[in-house]
């Protein structure tokens, strides 16, 4: 006998069969729930998980009206084609990140699994950008490294800013800069060859300015200054030799130097003035078979210069071939004050690509100190004229531009063309180094433009939303509460 069986109590009503089986659902389903709940919550957080690795270009989009984080087909080659792992460091305080950098660079990591991005707080690191060299850098700067090598992007070269509106506007033109200068640097750093640029001195030559060779960095090469009177000689590691506009001829000893230089495959960039003589540099030109077309071009037609200027202010058209092609399509040279250039057809030994041109409807004014109308007179030639010309050598390999145009590198012109023609002095140093033209990349306005909205349309669109859609919404809820009332 058990003594300690529980016996039930008196009244108290044991549950049926249907409701042991009732509790036993709602059990059941609760646990069923539970798993579910627990399921979906694991999914949502391994979708959240997935989300965040994915590049930012499908998890972000760029609604910016200039496309600020849209990265150019450029920058996309560029990376597709990385083989060696690029780091960049930005230099920026945690929570005064600025985040335009940040976005873009985020893009760049999407686009290529060599690329990756890091911060380095100056805080919390003082002593990180020593190593670079780059302890003078401004916050919001970055640094590119690929293995021992690195370049530093400073904050300034980021964005550009244009005062010259501010007296007009009373606001400054911000422009985004930071694709062109990334992209840039990523070449710089991960390519094994570097170049001289030698710009020649002492005849009243002019002066690279700073955004031209800003573009001949990023390709490379390094611009120095040469003066052949106290030189002497050329030294061994002149990839390019610059002669920009000279005021005064050359000596006898000096071209000397240069024909020789030629003669051992040299590379030579030339660019004249049609106002100043230069009869022993014009010589050595002469022998591979390039000379002036003596006059001053006219172009009459349009589309040929600038509006609002003379026809003399050329917008030549540019001709597409392997020596142009480091010029973005669409981008235009300006080109004023200039004058032909003429090849030797004869010269087998040379072979001449078309650089610049002018329209059928140019002329070269001979008169032109005394002309008082862009007409042509019965002495001057007409029809289309190049006014910059390649010649290369198939016996030694030398290669020579010339440009009849004097203010062509000059920063002022340049950035009438929004850098148009330091566009084309890349593409022709690429194309004497033998690197392959990397079309450059425009900066992107960050002043959006106000919408403007008409008056007429102003009254319309006040009608119809102040007037015509409420009524309309009253009338349908009557039609409504009617319908609903005789049912």
Known sequence: MNLFRKTPRSGQAQPSAAQKA???????NGAYAAILTAVVLAAVILVNLLVR???????EYDI????????????????????RDVTAYYLGETGNEDTNITRI???????????????????????????????????????LVCGDRSVVVDYSSLYEVDYNTYYTTGSLNYTFMAESALTGAISRVTSDSSYLLYQLSGHGELELGTDLTETLTNANVTVESLN??????IPEDAAVLLINTP????????????RSYLEGGGRLLVTTSLTYDTPNLDALLAEYGLSRQSGLLVDTDANYYAANYAPTYLLPAMQVNDITAGVTSGMMVFAPISQGILTDSENEDMTYTSLLSTSSSAFAMQ??????TATPGENDPTGSFDLAVAAESASTGARVVWIGCPNIFVSEIDQMVS???????????????GEENAVAIDGKSMSAQSLSVPGTAVIGLGLLFVIVLPVACIVAGVVIFVIRRRR
Do not use: C, M
């Open 22 to 28: 009732g509790s036993a659902r709602v059990l059941k």
């Open 105 to 143: 660079l985020d893009r760049y990591a999407g686009e290529s699994s060599h690329f990756t991005w890091q911060q380095r707080d100056p805080v919390l690191y003082p002593t990180f950008a020593q190593q670079y060299g780059a302890e003078n850098a401004s916050s919001s700067s970055v640094i």
């Open 64 to 83: 910016s009206t200039t496309g600020l984080f849209t990265l150019s087909d450029t920058t996309k080659n560029l990376l597709a084609g990385l083989d």
């Open 367 to 372: 008169d032109y100190e005394n002309a008082t």
């Open 53 to 59: 690795a994915l590049p930012t270009k499908y998890t």
């Open 228 to 233: 052949l009177l106290s030189a002497g000689s």
């Open 419 to 433: 850098g148009g023609n330091s566009q084309l002095l890349g593409s022709i140093v690429n194309w004497f180094n």
């Open 247 to 258: 005021q005064v001829d050359y000596s006898a000893d000096s071209i000397a130097l240069l």
